[in-house]
Every structure is written in structure tokens, then in C-alpha cells.
């Protein structure tokens, strides 16, 4: 069993950065792939950024290709996703996930490929 908890949300002018963090507790943390969702208002839950367990691959989602970089630290339990040049429409609940054992990163997009989630973490961005 993991837990997760996000923090680092925010209000934000557009153009500023956030660093989300979540913290995870379980003795197992580290052997699972990780992935940053968010959920914007009436929209579907949609994925943002991938990690493999032991940080060697990343995959991001191509809006925020090259805005958002997502890191790992399996010493601190710990998965956080760095987001800069915000825009308004990046506005959105962000979720912290485990993805199931077997799924690749890159490849585990959807979030019934996911097994533990965090609460989540607002952003706000305005213009």
C-alpha cells in the first residue's frame, strides 16, 4: 500500500512556475512508476508527466513537452513535477499516481493504469 499526498499548489500569474511535490509513504515507493494527472474543471482527468521507478525515463504529455519536468527522489519518497511559463488553461487539479506494476512509462496514459492516487493539489493561473 502507498500514500500519497500532494502539496505545492497554488494561485500563480501567468508566466510564473510551481514546483509540486508528493510525498508517498510504503516500503514499496520506489518500485513503482509515477505520474503527475490533472483535472481542470468539466474536463476529463488527463495525464501530465511519467517517471520510471528508479527515475531513468520520463514521459511527458506533448502540451507541456519541455514546460513541465517531473523528478524523483526514492531516498526521500518522493515525486515532484516542476512547471514553468504557466498558462491559464494549465489551471487544474493535480494528481500524484502510482501506476500498476507491468505498465510502461510513456505507455500507461489513462488512469485506470494507475492503482494509488494522492487527494490532489490545486493550480491557479490568471492572467
Known amino acids: 500500500q502507498v500514500q500519497l499526498v500532494e502539496s505545492g499548489g497554488g494561485l500563480v500569474q501567468a508566466g510564473g512556475s510551481l514546483r509540486l511535490s508528493c510525498a508517498a509513504s510504503?516500503?514499496?515507493?520506489?518500485?513503482?512508476?509515477m505520474n503527475w494527472f490533472r483535472q481542470a474543471p468539466g474536463k476529463e482527468r488527463e495525464f501530465v508527466a511519467a517517471?520510471?521507478?528508479?527515475?531513468?525515463?520520463?514521459s511527458c504529455a506533448g502540451d507541456v513537452k519541455g514546460q513541465f519536468t517531473i523528478s524523483r527522489d526514492n531516498a526521500k519518497n518522493a515525486v515532484c513535477l516542476q512547471m514553468n511559463s504557466l498558462k491559464p488553461e494549465d489551471a487544474a487539479v493535480y494528481y500524484c499516481?502510482?501506476?500498476?506494476?507491468?505498465?510502461?512509462?510513456?505507455?500507461?496514459?489513462?488512469?485506470?493504469?494507475?492503482?494509488?492516487w494522492g487527494k490532489g493539489s490545486r493550480v491557479t493561473v490568471y492572467s
Open positions: 510504503g516500503r514499496t515507493f520506489s518500485s513503482y512508476n
Open positions: 517517471i520510471s521507478w528508479r527515475g531513468g525515463s520520463t
Open positions: 499516481a502510482a501506476a500498476r506494476w507491468g505498465t510502461r512509462v510513456g505507455a500507461a496514459t489513462t488512469p485506470d493504469a494507475m492503482i494509488y
